[in-house]
């Protein structure tokens, strides 16, 4: 059962590369930078919005970061959650594409069953026939006489 699960993350995995049309690495290099950026932009943003004279722009991105459990924590959430919901799109297309191809071949199958059992009828109709005309003959040649063959 694990062996069929990671199978199916392989598939997957693949399924999600191929929609992306790049690489593994040029997914998670994406990836890896898209946490980098967001968490610049939340210590970076307050740091501009909150200028006044008395405090200048390093100072202000200096105490954020220092600060910053809330930024750290938001990038950590969105990076899991972007991650989480990607990849369980992917199974669960994964999943629904290979349902829908083994329902396909179920459904070949039952047909190919259904022809053969047809062929297999009448080849069987074919044969008891047969079996019964040489008998049928033999009937009659047995009710034959001697004077009726002359």
Known sequence: MFNAFLHLLARSWANLMT???MSTLGFVAVLCLLPLV??????????LLDRTPQKSF????????NSSRRATLITVATFC?????????????????EHQSLVATNLQLKQKVADTSGERD??????EKSE?????RS????NITP???V
Do not use: H
């Open 58 to 65: 390093k100072n202000n991105l200096r105490e954020g970061i």
């Open 122 to 127: 009448d080849w069987k109709s074919k044969f």
């Open 81 to 97: 959650f972007f991650w989480v919901a990607v990849l369980g799109t992917c199974i669960a297309g994964t999943t629904y594409s």
């Open 147 to 149: 004077r009726q063959t």
């Open 38 to 47: 967001e968490y610049t932009a939340l210590v970076v943003i307050p740091a």
């Open 139 to 142: 009937a009659r040649m047995e």
């Open 132 to 136: 019964k005309e040489p008998r049928a």
């Open 19 to 21: 929609r992306f049309s």
